[in-house]
């Protein structure tokens, strides 16, 4: 039981300390311009909200890869991480769909198009969708993404057919105060606000006043002799505007229904038949401004599975984004102010681009292909998150279990190499930074190649998260009733191949392809449960770092032309070419390709030597491996390999110091002795044969 307990006058302090200050606060219009000259920010329309957004929360610029990653989406600094996102190519999304908001805060084009996340399902793109969203309403309770509007008070004094119920009448689209201003007077304080205005973009507005806002306008200006002050100074309060998805303030998310019953008006707003009775059919008071695009105005619509939409249905759209108004039945245009986001997966794409019928919906939109993870370590993380955010049963995760299980994912995503030089495999471990032009294999040519080879991207088709996460949880569970407390990659490997042709959403054409793949992984596990078994019957961390340091020495005076000091005569002598080789071998380096591996580990200790950092081999994966193998050929002879095949020549203490041993590489002690059972032989049987 905890030892602490919140208390009721807590949880309401802490939730007081969390609200804008000012959230209820009213304030005059005059107060609501001198604000606007000391901080012009607030009259921002929303692409340059949204564009201020993702930078407020953070970013960093990756250099080689040119791409701005957003924290936002990176380290989802509101959720301690939760929702995270991994992989090169989803960040290029990320960035590309930024770029377009910002291009359109500067007035560029692309605010007048609507933002179509293209993906396959599962790819993330709701869930980025979803994170924009909740923090979007997050930034607009912060200082710096504060907005305000208006609502009109005390009508009864001055309209005469005004129902008492609407005596104060909020600005139903939540339009910005400035719109209150006549254009001419308004151009002027723009002109002002933007000479002090420290931004990459200026503040426009051109904005009309929604139907009702205007004819209370009217009507105030008629009482009052055109005296535009006494209207604001008496009818008009300003407030603090925070977007709401669950109350559909500055947020609206568009779902389509039923396609027989499609309606215009949940998009446009309809009439408000309670009020038909007070104001009559045709006065602007009778409308209902409840329609999607009214509710997300000034901030952000989200259109979910927007292509399944009907063709007519769409046709609102083009209104709404070229023109940014919206055409309600039996009303004048309506102005809009608003980030239009739409998600679509594959087949509904390919639909609506080969319906000439929908030329002009297609050209109003900018696609952003949002592709599936194409690293099979950021892969991993994925599946990772998702154990970490569930009641995870007291399960141990075997090592390599996520990363296979990722590798398999990818291997289904990523297009055919066309080379005979590059497999598959070799392919996908470049894409995850293992090997790469040192290997002779250029990665930036892989990608290009298979750009022009997919039909749409590379990693636009393929094994979704979804069911690799599934079979995980499924293999979890599974494990749990058979009363194994660790989950292996031969069980999870096991349910992917049990499952392959029930999950819906994998063509039956492609099951011999992805059996294939499979064993892909299996063959590639093998080889890391040999490492890991050979890591545990011979290393020792003392003589790495002893042969790391020696190899280094002899490579630093190859590359200087100089001469080492031998470690037992003391003497100088020639670098040994022998012992180099010896270790260059291990990683399969030709002898024509030595000096560029050399340079590259000398490059590496004297970038560290300049950041202050020591030498250690462990930090280099290459140089780690190399010394890893070699230092098993070194010590192989010692070990008796008949064991491994014979439990019954193996000695108690022997077998517990290389279980012991598999345990500090992260195993459990059941999965230490599974993957002895499974490895072990394989090693004994190699190696016995020699």
Known sequence: ???????????????????????????????????????????????????????????????????????????????????????????????????????????????????????????????????????????????????????????????????????????????????????????????????????????????????????????????????????????????????????????????????????????????????????????????????????????????????????????????????????????????????????????????????????AFNDRTKRIDFPYVLSYEDEAKIYRKMLRNADLPDIQVEPHTLEMAGLFGVLTRVEEPDTETVDMLQKVKAYNGEIGEADDVDVKKLRDEAADKAEIGEGMEGVSPRFIGDEIAEAIMDSMHRDRQFLSPLTTFNHFEDNLENHGSIPADKFDTYYRYLELVREEYKERAIEDVRHALAYDVDEIQRQGEKYMDHVMAYIDDDTVEDEITGREQEPDEQFLRSVEEKLDLPEDRKDDFRQEVSNWVSRRAREGDTFNPQDNDRLRRALERKLWEDKKHNINFSALVSSGEMDDDERNQWIDALVEQGYSEEGAKEVLEFAGAEVAKSEMED
């Open 1 to 359: 039981m905890t030892d602490t307990k919140e208390t009721l006058e807590e949880l309401s302090r802490e939730y007081q300390d969390a609200i804008p200050s000012d959230l209820r606060a009213t304030h005059s219009f005059d107060w609501y311009l001198d604000q606007l000259y000391e901080d012009p920010r607030i009259a921002r329309n929303a692409h340059q909200r949204v564009a201020d957004m993702f930078d407020y929360y953070g970013t960093e610029y990756d250099e080689d890869a040119g791409v701005v990653e957003y924290e936002l989406a990176s380290e989802d600094p509101l959720n301690d991480g939760e929702n995270t996102f991994y992989g090169p190519v989803v960040h290029e999304a990320i960035h590309e769909f930024v770029n377009k908001v910002k291009s359109g805060a500067r007035g560029l084009g692309p605010q007048k198009r609507i933002k179509l996340l293209l993906g396959p399902v599962g790819s993330g793109k709701s869930d980025f969708d979803r994170q924009v969203r909740r923090y979007f309403e997050d930034y607009t309770t912060r200082e710096e993404g504060r907005m305000y509007t208006f609502r009109w008070t005390n009508l009864c004094d001055v309209v005469g057919d005004q129902d008492p119920a609407d005596d104060v009448v909020r600005s139903p689209m939540n339009q910005d105060p400035i719109v209150l201003l006549p254009q001419d007077q308004r151009d002027r304080v723009i002109a002002d606000i933007n000479e002090d205005l420290d931004a990459p973009y200026t503040i426009r507005n051109e904005q009309a006043l929604d139907p009702a806002s205007e004819f209370y306008m009217d009507r105030l200006l008629a009482y009052y002799d055109d005296d535009l002050q006494q209207v604001l100074s008496n009818h008009v309060e300003i407030v603090r505007f925070i977007a709401d998805e669950n109350q559909r303030r500055g947020i609206e998310t568009f779902e389509p229904k039923d396609k027989k019953n499609q309606d215009e008006t949940e998009l446009t707003g309809d009439v408000n038949y309670s009020k038909i009775a007070v104001y009559g059919e045709s006065d602007p008071r009778a409308f209902d401004y409840s329609g999607a695009f009214c509710n997300a105005n000034r901030g952000i619509f989200s259109g979910e599975e927007l292509l399944k939409l009907q063709r007519e249905f769409l046709y609102d759209f083009l209104h709404a984004t070229q023109e940014q108004t919206i055409k309600p039945k039996a009303n004048p245009r309506i102005d809009i102010d608003q980030v239009i986001v739409g998600r679509t997966n594959m087949p509904e794409y390919r639909d609506k681009k080969g319906d000439e019928k929908m030329e």
